[in-house]
Every structure is written in C-alpha cells, then in structure tokens.
C-alpha cells in the first residue's frame, strides 16, 4: 500500500518511512479519538491506521463514548480553548472526569503507545499503565481560557509528549517535549484522487446545480468559528460584481451537538436565495466533496479559529485557489498572494472573491502553486514519517 504513494512523493520518501517503521516491529499503538466519522481527525485516522498496518505496526483505533451532557461538555471545552472565554463551572468538569472513568473500563489502555487525540480522551491517561502516552492536539490552544486549561493541563503534563499542529498553538507553561506536526490530506482517497469530468458533471446535477455561473465552495462544518455566516455576507457582496453561486457543504459529527443550531442560523441567513445551494451530506461523502472542490473556481476556507483546515490542502491539491482566514493552520497552506489569499474581514473575503472570478488564470496559477505547496508540505506520508519518528523519540528509542 505505501508503495502506491512513491510516484508522488518519490521513492527515497517511501524508503526512509519503511526505514523508521522497522525501528518500530513488535510495537503495539492505539489511537484514541471521539468520533468515527465527521471532520477532519477520524478523516486521518481512517487513512493512516491501514498505513501504520501495512508497516507492520500493531496499531488499532478506538472511538470513546459518551452521552449528549458530557458531548456538550466538551464542545464548551473545544470553543472556550480556541476562543479564549467560556463559562465552565466544576460541575462540567464532574462530567468530563466521570466519563473518562467509564471509558477507561471500556478502552484498552495496555497498548505500548497509547496515541490520544485532542481534549476528549485526554483525561484517560490518569489510568495509564507502564507505558508511553502522547497526546495530539488539532485545535488552536494558544489563547485558552484560563480555567479550562488549568483542568486539562493537569491531565495534559502527565503525557511523554505533545504534538501540536502549528509553531503558535505552543505551550510555554508545559514542560513535556512539543513536537509540531501540520495535519495531512491522503492524495489516493476518494475525496482526493483524480475524477472524470462527467463524474463532476453527475454530482452537480444530483444536486440541481447548474454550470451555468462560476462556483465558489466551502466546505466546513456547521460551526460558528468556520464563519459560515460570513461566508454567505461576502458571497452576497461578491454577487454585486460577478454573476456567480455559492455550494456550502457541510456535514454532522457525533461530537459536536451545536451543528444542528449552527445549520439552522445560516438557513435563516439564506433566506431562500436561489443561488447559495445549503447541503447537509452525510459523513463518507467523498467523491461528492470532491467533485464540489474540482468544479469551483474558488474554494473559501473563512474560519475566524481554526486548527488547520485541511479543507485548504484538498482544494489547493486539486489546483484551486483559496481564500482563507488568517488563523491557525491556515497561513501554513495559504501563502498570500502565492497560493490565495488571507482574510481578516468580510470585505476583504468578497474583494478576493471578485478579483478571482473576474482573473480565472491568475486563479489558475494560484491553484497550480498550491498544488506544489501540498505536495512538498502536506501529504499524509509526511505525517505519517513525523508520527513514527515522534513514536520511536518518546518511547526512548534511536534510529
């Protein structure tokens, strides 16, 4: 399966990952997240657990569970860490440690590397056995709000290590070692490998989108830091200049139980326009993103938080330019001026949006920039080099 990726990363990057994977044989990990499916963590998870598996890595993938409370809980968590307020009392953090005790009867924690993903799990390693925790952290975390953090760092300082996605997202209050590790996208999955033409044609038009006017699309969740208003403002704006339409695709996750109020706050924002297409698709609708992101002239990424965005790699990938707000991840993939463009306003997002629609080639050479860019940067066999490497350095082992 590796070998598939040589002849797009090269043959001497295969080779040095089955190189370090072999440091690696015997060694059990298990992957911890809160979600099977919905966003971009169990994106690279169902990627990269068989790619750790045709290494010869004994590796396995767990989902906790928990009921809406603790749900609610934990999305309280996720904005007041990335927004820098919130409103958690000792009560919620009650809830948060009474299901870490219930997954830690439910969960495996014996593995050799018990590789834990964002704030949901992360209180499990208060059970950890003799063995080598590391905790990967998607959201921003630089600017938390103070109680919470306090709470979760308690938990937090107990890891081997910690992986953050970006230099910013660093903590200068954690002793354990930081390891920065930018998200990937998978060239050969579904979402991303090369579709026909009329494969794109077929999808439109199952969802009575018409070729008629250019596209723009963002593809997020509906989540209140993914700007999804203001995407539809600036599109709106845009639609003064350029006869245009606008797809916001978006899909539910198990763990995020504010996607339902967030969804119907932008259908009221619509308000029936006939050019903005609203779509709920569910989770696993690959081919149909694809299709959407290959049939835009533009993509739009307008988060005001963000941990990366891989949404960013996948269109620059399939040589779009995007339009991105200028936070976390984001600047690592959009190279203002080179790849796209950053934005901080809803006014800077509609003035890129028209100079793009009305200079396609220089949207093009954009696009053909940011292709390059993914290809050196943001790859899944990258992030799958720097995960063994991160693996072997915590458990005290040398190449």
């Known amino acids: 399966m590796i070998e598939k990726y040589a002849p797009i990363v090269g043959e001497q990057e295969i080779d040095g990952i089955v190189k370090i994977a072999e440091k690696l044989k015997g060694v059990s990990v298990l992957h911890v997240n809160s979600t099977k499916a919905g966003g971009g963590v169990a994106e690279i998870l169902n990627r990269m657990v068989p790619l750790m598996k045709d290494l010869g ?59 834990i993903h964002d704030p949901q799990p992360a209180g499990l390693v208060k059970y950890r056995k003799n063995n080598t925790w590391i905790w990967r952290c998607h959201i921003d975390i630089s600017n938390p709000y103070p109680p919470t953090w306090k709470f979760l760092s308690q938990y937090v300082s107990q890891y081997k290590s910690m992986i953050i996605s970006v230099p910013s997202f660093g903590r200068d209050d954690m002793e354990i070692p930081q390891f920065i590790i930018p998200p990937s996208i998978d060239p050969l999955s579904v979402k991303n490998s090369q579709i026909h033409d009329v494969t794109v044609r077929r999808v439109l038009k199952k969802y009575d989108i018409k070729e008629d006017k250019p596209i723009i699309t963002q593809v997020s969740r509906f989540d209140r830091a993914k700007d999804p208003i203001g995407v539809i403002k600036a599109f709106k704006l845009t639609r003064n200049h350029v006869d245009s339409q606008l797809v916001y695709v978006g899909s539910p996750a198990s763990d995020d139980p504010e996607g339902e109020i967030v969804y119907n706050e932008v259908v009221k924002e619509v308000d029936g326009e006939k050019d903005i297409h609203l779509l709920m698709l569910p989770p696993g609708s690959d081919l149909e993103i694809n299709a959407f992101q290959r049939a835009s002239s533009l993509v739009m990424q307008k988060s005001i938080k963000e941990g990366f965005g891989l949404t960013v790699s996948e269109a620059l990938w399939k040589e779009r330019p995007v339009i991105g707000g200028n936070t ?23 003035h890129y949006m028209t100079f793009l629609l009305k200079n396609k080639e220089y949207g093009s050479l954009l696009g053909s920039r940011g292709k390059e860019h993914v290809r050196q940067n943001f790859l899944i066999t990258r992030e799958l080099r720097d995960y063994l490497l991160t693996i072997l350095y915590s458990m005290g082992k040398s190449l």
Do not use: C
């Open 57 to 115: 890595i004994n590796v396995d993938w767990k989902v906790i569970r928990g009921d809406s409370e603790f749900f609610n809980v934990t999305k309280a968590f996720h904005n007041s860490l990335q927004n820098g307020a919130g409103n958690l009392t000792d009560e919620h953090f009650k809830i948060y440690d009474k299901w870490q005790e219930i997954n830690s009867t439910e969960v495996p924690l014996d593995y050799d590397v018990m590789f």
């Open 328 to 350: 976390g991840g984001i600047p690592l993939q959009v190279i203002h001026g080179v790849t796209g463009y950053l934005v901080d306003s809803v006014e800077g997002a509609s």
